[in-house]
């Protein structure tokens, strides 16, 4: 996933998000990442907040908000790009 592609799939859902009754919230949860919070919005909506907060078998069991939260939001970007939709 280049940052082309992936800025490209977060279009797509943009004005899904914009529509969000909890977007900064969401924002908030994923450390400022609005491009996150897009995505897991749109494959997660209302569970967003708990798939977040649980871990998770592709990361290792850690949980998404302190994967991006240690820096590492990437990798998170990269297991809501396999989410199939």
Same mark, same amino acid.
Not at 8 to 22: D, I, L, M, Q, T
Not at 40 to 63: K, T
Not at 76 to 84: E, G, I, Y
């Given at each position: +996933?280049?940052? %082309?592609?992936? %800025?490209?799939? /977060? =279009?797509? #859902?943009? $004005?899904? #998000?914009? =529509?969000?009754? *909890?977007?900064?919230?969401? /924002?908030? =949860? *994923?450390c400022g990442h609005r491009?996150? @919070?897009? /995505?897991?919005?749109?494959?997660?909506?209302?569970? =967003? #907040? $708990?798939?977040?907060?649980?871990?998770?078998? @592709?990361?290792?069991?850690? +949980?998404p908000a302190q994967v991006? @939260?240690?820096?590492?939001?990437? %990798?998170?970007?990269? /297991?809501?790009?396999? +989410?199939? *939709?």
């Open positions: +996933m280049d940052h %082309t592609d992936w %800025t490209s799939y /977060v =279009a797509c #859902f943009a $004005e899904e #998000f914009r =529509a969000c009754p *909890c977007q900064d919230e969401l /924002v908030s =949860a *994923c491009d996150v @919070a897009c /995505v897991a919005w749109h494959h997660l909506q209302g569970s =967003a #907040f $708990e798939w977040l907060r649980r871990p998770i078998p @592709a990361l290792d069991n850690q +949980m991006i @939260a240690s820096g590492n939001v990437n %990798t998170v970007r990269s /297991v809501l790009w396999r +989410m199939p *939709c």
